[in-house]
């Protein structure tokens, strides 16, 4: 099955995720979420199949750092401006997405 992890180059997590998708013989393409990837066309399939709960990163220093009014934005337009607050890696696993690196993302990927 041909993978897409969608992420940040230097996210620890994205890269823990690349390496066991790889060592367990997946294709993987990665996709800069900053750099390369279309957020606009690709955010509204990320927030009808996972939802905005799961997949903006309330943790992040990011989320941290906004004003009131900006968290209570659209969620869409939210994380097209600041894409740092998606929660990572976006994994498109032939059109089912999966959020986050988790044991069950884990156990339906390796």
């Known amino acids: 099955m041909s993978l897409t992890l969608f992420g940040l180059k230097n996210c620890d997590t994205c890269k823990k995720a690349l390496k066991a998708l790889d060592t367990a013989g997946s294709a993987v393409q990665f996709v800069d979420i900053r750099a390369e990837a279309d957020l606009e066309t690709l955010l509204p ?55 986050g690196w988790t044991k069950p993302v884990q156990g339906a990927l390796l």
């Not at 934005?73 to 990572?88: E, N, S």
């Open 45 to 99: 399939g990320w927030l009808q199949a996972a939802g905005a709960d799961v997949l903006i990163n309330r943790r992040s220093t990011t989320w941290r750092n906004l004003s009131d009014a900006e968290r209570a934005r659209d969620p869409q337009a939210l994380l097209t401006d600041h894409p740092t607050l998606i929660k990572r890696p976006v994994i498109d696993a032939g059109g089912t997405i999966h959020v």
